[in-house]
């Protein structure tokens, strides 16, 4: 039967600093929902707080096929925006 939806709304001060995050590394896009089954609702039924998602997906990834992958230069940036939003204030 599934799950709950989650969302995050992107007025919200953690989608904001993600956003700001994401700016100060180069180009992005800025998605308010995106499909997949991630239980989300579970962070704010268990834990009581918002959560967002960085994806870090190239557009030829085959997510879920055996050739599914992921370019380093993805991970790496992904690293970097991780690493500028833990020290933003």
Do not use: C, K
Not at 22 to 27: E, I, S
Not at 44 to 63: A, F, I, K, M, Y
Request: no cysteine; aromatic share 6%.
């Amino acid at each position: 039967a599934g799950y709950p939806a989650e969302r995050t709304s992107l007025d919200h001060p953690l989608a904001q600093g993600l956003a700001r995050a994401m700016r100060a590394n180069g180009p992005f896009v800025l998605l308010p929902s995106l499909g997949g089954s991630l239980p989300l609702y579970l962070i704010r039924q268990e834990l009581g707080t918002p959560s967002v998602t960085l994806g870090l997906w190239n557009h030829d990834n085959n997510q879920h096929a055996e050739d599914e992958n992921v370019r380093l230069g993805n991970l790496w940036r992904g690293i970097e925006v991780i690493a500028a939003l833990l020290v933003a204030d």
